[in-house]
């Protein structure tokens, strides 16, 4: 693992130009042990942020949940301690990361259930360029078991897509008109109009990708195999606090305003250490 404290300069210039990149085996056999644990006990027991969503077949399950880091300690060392900071600080050329919230997916088998295509920052409560996401795959990640897709280029777009559920959801609120952003393009029925992108994951390997680039994923159709992904979220040097409308509720902070860094509980600064 030592060697991927240090990304390539194609890998760091790959994420500029593209937004999204994929790094292979960044989380250890023993990150993967602890954390599959901890999945497991979050399902059995969902911490305040569970978001559960309605199987499209009434077979599988879609289990999801936020910010799982401020209740549970092996997430929270994950975040902090482990490869991803490091990461992350080469990835946004930024001399400082905070996290900003972690997220678990388990697409169970047979839960047909797509992920819309979107991108993230129009969701969250925060401004700049400097944002990015890490998707872990815990399990074999391919087409048939809900592989995410990507348009290439698309964070350097300039737009801002509405933020829309993704299903009938339980702990999901409904997302507030921004009249700034506009509506998703039917990606899905426009396929061959856009250069999409996808890669097969195994356990250890990472999808990472900025916080605007337009991405989504298909069901988990596999009869036999889980698609367990957990994401977590970090900023850099240029990102703010913005309480404009159509973010995320449980995303947002009572105790920061508009300008305002996010160094603070919320938003640990994780790198330096």
């Not at 400097?130 to 998707?135: E, G, P």
């Not at 995320?248 to 105790?255: K, V």
Request: glycine share 8%; aromatic share 12%; hydrophobic share 35%.
């Amino acid at each position: 693992m030592e060697e991927l404290e240090k990304l390539s300069s194609q890998l760091i210039s790959q994420f500029r130009t593209d937004g999204v990149v994929v790094i292979r085996q960044c989380v250890s056999d023993k990150w993967l042990e602890v954390l599959a644990e901890a999945v497991e006990a979050d399902i059995a027991s969902p911490g305040p942020f569970f978001h559960g969503y309605q199987s499209g077949n009434r077979q599988g399950r879609f289990h999801g949940n936020l910010r799982l880091w401020e209740h549970d300690a092996t997430f929270r060392e994950f975040c902090f301690t482990s490869l991803l900071p490091r990461l992350a600080t080469q990835l946004l050329e930024s001399q400082k990361i905070n996290l900003l919230y972690d997220q678990l997916f388990v697409k169970e088998s047979n839960t047909p259930n797509r992920t819309r295509w979107h991108n993230d920052q129009p969701y969250w409560a925060i401004r700049g360029w400097q944002v990015l996401s890490f998707w872990i795959a815990l399990d074999p990640v391919t087409e048939d078991s809900g592989a995410l897709e990507f348009i290439p280029g698309s964070h350097r777009w300039g737009r801002w897509f509405q933020p829309e559920s993704f299903g009938e959801t339980q702990g999901q609120s409904r997302y507030e008109v921004n009249p700034d952003y506009e509506p998703m393009p039917d990606i899905q029925l426009q396929r061959e109009d856009y250069p999409l992108v996808s890669w097969d994951l195994e356990p250890g390997d990472a999808y990472a990708f900025h916080g605007l680039t337009v991405h989504g994923s298909g069901g988990n159709l596999k009869g036999y195999r889980r698609r367990r992904g957990y994401a977590v979220r970090y900023t850099g040097d240029d990102v703010v606090y913005d309480s404009r409308p159509g973010t995320n509720a449980h995303l947002r902070s009572e105790n920061h305003s508009d300008g305002d860094l996010l160094d603070s509980e919320r938003y640990p600064v994780v790198w330096p250490a």
